[in-house]
């Protein structure tokens, strides 16, 4: 692996650095474990498949994240302003249908690049005197 020498500060770093799958014990387990992270697969689940410990699969999903949240920040503000951007909103729910949220989704519309998106509460009820209105009032 070549070596390299900062001239400023004269730190060693090698193309191995900058890397993604630096320092992994696995690296091979690294783009099947977000295939199945991204399908809805549960941590203790995709641990399992690949034969990994679940304390390894939660840091490989930290890394993950301080990844995608690195490369979405050096390319959001790249964002030509003229660009036409798109909102979409989906109502999905939490445990139990009787929490409904909210997850809107900001996208730009020719090369689908997602902006930003966040999640909230909705207070749905249902009518009153249901068994179901009875269990939100509860909770």
């Known amino acids: 692996m070549p070596r390299f020498k900062c001239r400023l500060c004269r730190k060693g770093f090698s193309r191995q650095t900058f890397r993604h799958d630096y320092y992994d014990k696995r690296p091979a387990s690294n783009a099947p474990l977000l295939e199945l992270l991204t399908s ?10 690949l034969k990994l410990n679940v304390h390894s699969v939660q840091r490989k999903l930290r890394k993950f994240s301080r990844t995608c949240s690195k490369m979405h920040d050096n390319l ?31 996208s730009e519309k020719e090369t689908w690049f997602v902006v930003g998106t966040a999640v909230g509460s909705i207070r749905r009820l249902a009518p009153l005197g249901t068994a179901r209105r009875e269990r939100q009032d509860r909770d």
Do not use: N, W
């Open 76 to 106: 959001s503000p790249k964002l030509p302003p003229h660009r036409t951007f798109l909102l979409d909103e989906e109502e999905t729910y939490e445990g139990a249908s009787i929490r409904p949220l909210t997850m809107p989704v900001l």
């Open 40 to 49: 809805g697969v549960g941590l203790r689940q995709s641990g399992r498949c």
